[in-house]
Antibody
Framework: EVQLVESGGGLVQPGGSLRLSCAAS????????MSWVRQAPGKGLEWVSV???????YYADSVKGRFSISRDNSKNTLYLLMNSLRAEDTAVYYC????????????WGQGTLVTVSS | QTVVTQEPSFSVSPGGTVTLTCGLS?????????PSWYQQTPGQAPRTLIY???TRSSGVPDRFSGSILGNKAALTITGAQADDESDYYC??????????FGGGTKLTVL
């Protein structure tokens, strides 16, 4: 059974950093495209980042230069390192298994809440 | 800057049919954008409904269908049920690794 479990969310001050984790089971992170999607309170979904099997990464303009997506194949875990956090980064962050064949979000985790506030 | 457009809200009667659309602020949506659709209820993670324009995800009932209508992607729900009341999001693949979400449609069944 496929499972994605996010962790690492919490309260952080503006300008601070946080690293989110997404532990996968039922498939290998290394063999698949993986992505992060976020949702600000009361708002819609926003694509954040994707990492391809070969390691190529892409980011939304809103986070480019501040966020970094990576994976640990030995732990079958996806990460999102978030630096220089702003109030507008406050959101639930979902990790997702992203289909490389059909460019869609195949499976979703339950999300972890990040709150950026002083 | 390209924006993916969706109706902010829609209403359908139980048993009725509704079609939600997904467009582009400039240009037409085609199958080359691999449109996909997601359902989300408050406090829950999104659920994948449709991918690659018209392929239903595993376990999705056949009353959900996807298509291209004119210059937009479309999600049609036939025989709407009370538990279809949700937010619906479309996603378009823009190339170069970029996916764009629409703003979502809040569907009311009443």
């Amino acid at each position: 059974e496929v499972q994605l479990v996010e962790s690492g969310g919490g309260l952080v001050q503006p300008g601070g950093s946080l690293r989110l984790s997404c532990a996968a089971s039922g498939f290998t992170v290394s063999g698949n495209y993986m992505s992060w999607v976020r949702q600000a309170p009361g708002k819609g979904l926003e694509w954040v980042s994707v990492i391809y099997t070969g390691g190529t990464t892409y980011y939304a303009d809103s986070v480019k230069g501040r966020f970094s997506i990576s994976r640990d194949n030995s732990k079958n875990t996806l990460y999102l390192l978030m630096n220089s956090l702003r109030a507008e980064d406050t959101a639930v962050y979902y990790c997702a298994w992203y289909s490389s064949s059909w460019y869609y979000f195949h499976y979703w985790g339950q999300g972890t809440l990040v709150t950026v506030s002083s | 800057q390209t924006v993916v457009t969706q109706e902010p809200s829609f209403s359908v009667s139980p048993g009725g049919t509704v079609t939600l659309t997904c467009g582009l602020s400039s240009g037409s949506v085609s199958t080359n954008y691999y449109p996909s659709w997601y359902q989300q209820t408050p406090g829950q993670a999104p659920r994948t409904l449709i991918y690659s324009t018209n392929t239903r995800s595993s376990g999705v009932p056949d009353r959900f269908s996807g298509s291209i209508l004119g210059n937009k992607a479309a999600l049609t729900i036939t025989g709407a049920q009370a538990d279809d009341e949700s937010d619906y999001y479309c996603v378009l693949y823009m190339g170069s690794g970029i996916s764009l979400f629409g703003g979502g449609t809040k569907l009311t069944v009443l």
